[in-house]
């Protein structure tokens, strides 16, 4: 069996980890996240690419792309978690398994993060775990896919 490939995805402002808001979200970097992510997923025997983007389209694109080049999908869509039923589409219409996580609590938050669009879809969702909830994810994410049936191994 190949190793499974894991699409990272983290949404608008996550490029300024590091610098913004330090109470909330700490001191790592996004630089520091990917590092973390692609190092639990190849203590799997899985392999990582990351994108960032503060664009919902080019988000969307990425998951679409999903189909034919990874086989699940970790997710922080930042502030389009709570706004995007777009994204919440594009991740049912890939059919991928999907952990969604974020680095603070958001339920602690303000109410308008509360919500999410995507945690209904979502295989797993991760909170206010810091920037070990992306080793969380692909931890369960890399256990999931490893666990698949030989069938369920598509062309892609």
Do not use: W
Not at 71 to 90: M, P
Not at 116 to 132: E, F, H, N
């Amino acid at each position: 069996m190949a190793p499974a490939r894991i699409l990272l995805i983290n949404g608008p402002n996550l490029n300024l980890l590091g610098s913004r808001e330090p109470a909330v979200y700490g001191t790592a970097t996004l630089d520091d996240v990917v590092r973390l992510a692609s190092d639990a997923a190849e203590a799997h025997g899985c392999t990582t690419t990351a994108m960032q983007s503060n664009h919902e389209g080019t988000i969307i694109d990425a998951i679409h792309a999903a189909r034919t080049t990874a086989d699940g999908i970790v997710i922080n869509a930042g502030a389009l978690t709570h706004t995007s039923i777009a994204i919440r589409d594009a991740l049912v219409g890939v059919g991928l398994p999907v952990v969604e996580v974020h680095i603070s609590n958001v339920h602690r938050r303000e109410e308008f993060r509360h919500h999410s669009y995507l945690s209904a879809v979502a295989d797993a969702v991760i909170v206010g775990a810091g920037v070990d909830g992306y080793r969380l994810a692909i931890d369960h994410l890399a256990r999931k896919l490893q666990t698949r049936q030989p069938h369920e191994e598509s062309g892609r």
